[in-house]
């Protein structure tokens, strides 16, 4: 498979085909799921389409953070008090319960993550208290060889805490540290010291856990090309196993917290595309793989190794090794994938506690995947995954004629042909240096529910 690393830096490019458009955790993405469909049926689809011997990935969504970060566009719960925890709790185990009667069997758990939120928002205790009813309702693994990761907020985790969750089972953690320029992270409410995440590193790998990811955010009110490049020195410079460096989305209208920054504090976006630039360079020559669109991993690491071996695989937590796994997701706004379909729990905690309350289960809407999603999302998750797909493997595995079957897309392709981003023959499409930075827009040629060439306020930009 393609092994390729290089980028290739093409403005004009960019500039033609820098639309907004889907990151593809999913096909068809969210905003197809439908509210008006059958939470049950959906449910029932689910179940009878799932594999019942195939392992499981678990989701654990807890929503309350302690401060407000004016960049964050996650569904959360902005909250002092830290007894609002234990009732959500709760709720989570209600519906823990029921997931577990549906899909538990000897389904062994090889993914579990907890995301938020802030999920060290909760007490040691309550992390011990959660982990054991996981552990009660689902088949975890106890040899330390799944991928067991947790988000982490180096403000929200003592030592003490760290040391809980790696006896609880955690092997991984994943840092948000955005930017260490302290006006960035004044102006964005997020005042964190370099020493406060070192500390958190360092005893983490004293604890033996086994990856670390650190998250970087450019567009940041503030930043500069020197600002950010000094970020990335210091962060490099602590040798995490993986980076994400997400592009910041100014979007006030539709998430509040984001209206106390002020747009003439955000670098212009030539300036953005420089730091992304100087970024990708940087990591590059410090010895990082572009696994794709934000993510980066050192050579050795299990994300690069898949891509290397053709066995990348992509979901609602992100770029994962973890293909042949259903996604059971608890917890508010969570989304699942199990068989055929995705769903996602009500939104609004007070819903969610409702629905859960009632009927044992939140599920609000959802999508169940048509033949045609099927053949789509396979090649999407090669594209994005891997950087090439295999026309023919694609033809065995569905019974199609790939230049018929996609007759309408060629015309798109041979543009994408024409303008250096990608190599196209009748037995492999390949994405070339300089299409891997634009992988979102090539995957939206096989999207059939989006325009193609108009920007569409429900994604974020390609770069």
Sequence with gaps: MNNQTTISWDMDLIKRYDLSGPRYTSYPTAIQFDSGLSPERLIETGRSTSDPHAPLSLYVHIPFCAHVCYYCACNKVITRNRKKAQPYLDTVYREMAKLSQWYRGDRQVNQLHWGGGTPTFISDDQMRELMQALRSNFNLRDDDKGDYSIEIDPREASDQTLEVLREIGFNRISLGVQDVDARVQEAVNRVQPTEMTARVLQRSRELGFKSINMDLIYGLPHQ????????????????????????????????????????????????????????????????????????????????????????????????????????????????????????????????????????????????????????????????????????????????????????????????????????????????????????????????????????????????
């Design 224 to 463: 500069s090309e020197e600002s950010f490049a000094d970020t990335l020195d210091t962060v490099i410079a602590m040798s995490p196993d993986r980076l994400s460096v997400f592009n910041y989305a100014h979007l006030p209208d539709r998430f509040r917290s984001q209206k106390h920054i002020r747009a003439e504090d955000l670098p212009s976006p030539e300036t953005k595309l420089n730091i992304l630039q100087n970024s990708i360079n940087r990591l590059l020559e410090a010895g990082y793989v572009y696994i794709g669109m934000d993510h980066f991993a050192k050579p050795d690491d299990e994300l690069a190794l898949a891509q290397a071996e053709g066995k990348l695989h992509r979901n609602f937590q992100g770029y994962t090794t973890h293909s042949d796994c259903d996604l059971v997701a608890m917890g508010v706004s969570a989304i699942s994938q199990i068989g055929d379909v995705y769903y996602q729990n009500e939104h609004d905690i007070a819903a969610y506690s409702q629905a859960v309350a009632q009927q044992q289960h939140a599920v609000k809407r959802g999508v169940t995947l048509s033949r045609d999603d099927h053949i789509r999302r396979a090649v999407i998750t090669e594209l994005i995954c891997q950087f090439e797909l295999d026309v023919a493997a694609v033809e065995q595995r569905f019974d199609i004629q790939f230049g018929d079957y996609f007759n309408a897309e060629q015309a798109e392709l041979q543009q994408f042909s024409t303008d250096g981003l990608i190599e196209l023959s009748s037995s492999r499409i390949r994405v070339t240096a300089a299409g891997r930075l634009l992988i979102r827009r090539i995957c939206m040629a096989f999207d059939a529910y989006i325009p193609k060439h108009e920007a569409t306020r429900s994604f974020s930009r390609i770069i």
